[in-house]
């Protein structure tokens, strides 16, 4: 996790094994003001099965995927993420903390 303290991510050191599938955006939200990055794919760990990608080297974003992440606005938070498209990846232990964390932090004033 790029944010590790983040309690949406914390406890799972820097690196490990997640199985799911994700989206690709066509930039990244790394470096954008207010955006904190929580989680990012290793592109090399990965086959894509989606045409479109193979065509493409198999690097729908190279070097920076971040598939989670916060914002802040004014007085709102905000948590985007990439898990959970099929439920049974938000039915871990992982995923479970990823989501709850998540939306207690949300939650919670600024």
Do not use: C
């Amino acid at each position: 996790p790029a944010a590790k303290d983040h309690p949406a991510v914390k406890g799972f050191g820097d690196e490990f094994l997640y199985t799911a599938d994700w989206t690709n955006h066509d930039k990244s939200v790394t470096g954008k003001p207010g955006f904190q990055v929580l989680l990012r794919v290793d592109e090399t760990t990965f086959e894509p099965v989606r045409e479109y990608f193979q065509t493409r080297d198999g690097k729908p974003m190279g070097d920076d995927h971040p598939i989670a992440w916060t914002n802040t606005l004014n007085d709102g938070r905000f948590f985007y993420t990439e898990l959970g498209h099929d439920v049974r990846s938000l039915d871990t232990k992982f995923g479970r903390q990823h989501i709850i964390e998540a939306i207690k932090w949300a939650a919670a004033e600024k």
